[in-house]
């Protein structure tokens, strides 16, 4: 079992930014990758972006690319995402999400997760 927890997030005015964290935990678990998704009032979940957890894969949804940066720190189990030049459009539930191994899936996919953080809101005012 992992637990995950997100914090950051909040209010910013468009063209602002913003930093949102997830720390993993739980009893022996490993880690192959982690994600982030988000979620729009009144639409489907949406994937953001992903890290490989022991190469530094990252991988990018191309409506964030450019100006979201993944990063994480191994040692604490920890993912960040740093969101730049913040566009109204970004606002929504943001999901943090873990994936403990390998799998033919692309970790692009919501059902490649198998733990998921509660969720944080982030809202972009214009």
């Known amino acids: 079992q992992v637990q995950l927890v997100e914090s950051g997030g909040g209010l910013a005015q468009a063209g602002g930014s913003l930093s949102l964290s997830c720390a993993?935990?739980?009893?022996?678990?490993?880690?192959y990758g982690m994600g982030w998704f988000r979620q729009a009032p009144g639409k489907e979940r949406e994937y953001v972006a992903h890290i490989t957890w022991n190469s530094g894969y990252a991988d990018y949804a191309a409506s964030v690319?450019?100006?979201?940066?993944?990063?994480?720190?191994?040692?604490?189990?920890?993912?960040?995402?740093?969101?730049?030049?913040?566009?109204?459009?970004?606002?929504?539930?943001?999901?943090?999400?873990?994936?403990?191994?390998?799998?033919?899936?692309?970790?692009?996919?919501?059902?490649?997760?198998d733990y998921?953080?509660?969720?944080?809101?982030?809202?972009?005012?214009s």
């Open 24 to 31: 993993a935990s739980g009893r022996q678990f490993s880690t």
């Open 116 to 125: 998921w953080g509660q969720g944080t809101q982030v809202t972009v005012s």
């Open 65 to 113: 690319k450019g100006r979201f940066t993944i990063s994480k720190d191994n040692a604490r189990n920890t993912m960040y995402l740093q969101m730049n030049s913040l566009k109204p459009e970004d606002t929504g539930v943001y999901y943090c999400a873990h994936s403990s191994t390998w799998s033919t899936s692309a970790l692009s996919e919501f059902l490649r997760y």
